[in-house]
């Protein structure tokens, strides 16, 4: 059983996301990175975490709550300085502590349980997660001596000209023996070309004291890979995408082009369910299955059944039943319940409202703060007066109503159960059970009204 602490880095400013939001909170796949490295830690099995925070501090603690515990940086001054600012709540801990940053939104926990798996199985007191990569500019590179064995992190800046061309990086993740790792900090020194605590000079302290340490290369060097640039989240972005449209298409979901499809990492999908293109499936949304989403299609913390069909729509913090059919040209607001067998067409938008099982809004209606039953056909054009000027009030329609076309229900007004309400009317007042109401005009007839107006 996997069984350690984190230690999470999120210090820095990220000065090339040229952003007054610190960078780990740059969202990739719907998540805020640092959420994305924290999630993955814990499916590995981490029990506590511990974030280091500097620049935008305040935001990241607010962002993550209680998921983590937190400690100030107040200078950045190196990595292996963030990493002591963690000693108060850490230097008790026996066993690993695992390291890593905070933006690495591309980590799965796969790889993470595997880096402590061969860090217990090889009874090391540190072990570094290395990644073979195409260009190694800027990152630490890997020295290992003439047995294999790891030597030394160098960084990029202090590197020699023979060192730079090894392709074997430093990934920023680590396991460590709790206690070696703190002991080892105390004689880093920021003797080098940055001027920095560095966290990687723990390794050859270690391994000269004759401690074992050892490197686990991850398989694909994309899982490590760290953003820095808006550029680099576009990247992280779209490998995210890849990966969760594959990973749905492996569970029997139909995307048609994946290219065009956007589906946040926490969402699901069930099995037999089309997306069709220039669909967006964003955090907290979850799809049943034999659905038809698409195309043109955003929904955000969304609750859909099965059997769903929706086209050309946008629904937010919505419920859907199974079995619905949801057009084109749909706006389903916050607080929206449509029940099962509903059928809402063209250019309809429901807010704070339920829809009763089997109800029809086939065409032009604005249906707000309204409880709606069984079997009610809003005709075209229906709204509901839910507003004012000051205040919202309700509109209660009954199960089997009728409600004509062009009709406006004036809140708060109740319509009971098999009411009929005239085309054109204006609502005010209950309409009773089983009862016409017409509340229009009669209409007169002015005949000859022509000849009169040219005489
Ligand atoms: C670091 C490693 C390098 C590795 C690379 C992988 C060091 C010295 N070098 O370099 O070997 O190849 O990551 O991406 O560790 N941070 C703080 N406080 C600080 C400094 C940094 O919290 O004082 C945080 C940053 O916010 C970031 C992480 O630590 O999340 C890494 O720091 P960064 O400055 O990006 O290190 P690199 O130069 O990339
Ligand atoms: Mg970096």
Redesign the pocket.
Known sequence: MSDFVTII??????TRMKSALP??LHKAGGKAMVQQVLDAAKAAGARRQVV?T?FGGDAVREALGDQAEFVT?E????????VKMTAPLLKDEKGTVMVL????PLLTSTLLKKLFDEHVAAKAKATVLTAVMPDAT???RIIRKADGSVEK?V??KDATEAERKVRE????IYCFDTQALFASLEQVTNDNA?G?????DVLEILQKQGEKIWAVAADDYEE?L?V?SRAQLANAERILRQRKNEELMAEGVSIIDPATTFVDSDVTVGRDTILYPMTYLESGTTIGENCEIGPSVRIQNTKIGSGVSGQFLYAHDAVVDDNVKLGQFVHLRPGTHICEGVKIDNFIEVKNSTIGKGSKLPHLSYIGDCDMGENVNMGCGTITVNYDGRKKFRTKIGNNAFVGCNSNLVAPVTVEDNAYIAAGSTITQTVPKDALAVARARQKNITGWLDKRKQ
């Open positions: 880095l999120a210090a820095g400013k990220g960078k780990v280091v500097g940086q200078e950045q001054l190196g990595t292996g300085h963030a940053c905070g933006d690495t800027g990152y630490g992190i960084e990029h990086v430093n990934s920023g940055q920095e605590y560095y966290l990687p490590t760290g820095n």
